[in-house]
């Protein structure tokens, strides 16, 4: 599995899959790979426009990865969503989970304009 991270603003990993999927196929490498890239990090910026599809086990995986974040006082943010993922995160309510934003930028900055921690 193709994952690419960098840093990005003020200490903000921000990661893209090279997978247009993330599903029972793929999560167990998905979740091993960004586990090992985000465990120093606090700032985590999911940036998911090469994603086309997500079943339950990635979002699975994406709850596990917040959880992960939160234990360490950070946080995990989704951006740049399909709208075919868009609306199954929206019937799922997942905006009551995850901070979700439009794009890169707005979720990078959103961190800096909220003074969360590093």
Same mark, same amino acid.
Do not use: W, Y
């Given at each position: 599995?193709?994952?690419?991270?960098?840093?990005?603003?003020?200490?903000? *990993?921000?990661?893209?899959? @090279? !997978?247009?999927? +993330?599903?029972?196929?793929? =999560?167990?490498?998905?979740?091993?790979?960004?586990?090992?890239?985000?465990?120093?990090r606090t700032r985590v910026v999911f940036d998911m426009s090469g994603v086309k599809?997500?079943?339950s086990s990635g979002l699975g995986a994406m709850i596990s990865c917040?959880?992960? *974040?939160?234990?360490?006082? @950070? !946080?995990?943010? +989704?951006?740049?969503?399909? =709208?075919?993922?868009?609306?199954?995160?929206?019937?799922?309510?997942?905006?009551?989970?995850?901070?979700?934003?439009?794009?890169?930028?707005?979720?990078?900055?959103?961190?800096?304009?909220?003074?969360?921690?590093?």
């Amino acid at each position: 599995m193709e994952i690419n991270a960098k840093v990005e603003g003020d200490q903000v *990993l921000v990661v893209e899959m @090279g !997978e247009e999927n +993330l599903d029972a196929s793929n =999560v167990r490498e998905f979740r091993e790979t960004i586990h090992s890239l985000i465990q120093k990090r606090t700032r985590v910026v999911f940036d998911m426009s090469g994603v086309k599809f997500v079943d339950s086990s990635g979002l699975g995986a994406m709850i596990s990865c917040q959880r992960m *974040l939160k234990a360490a006082h @950070g !946080e995990f943010r +989704l951006c740049s969503m399909s =709208v075919p993922v868009r609306a199954l995160f929206d019937l799922m309510r997942m905006q009551r989970v995850f901070r979700i934003h439009a794009n890169r930028e707005e979720a990078v900055q959103a961190f800096t304009k909220s003074g969360e921690l590093v």
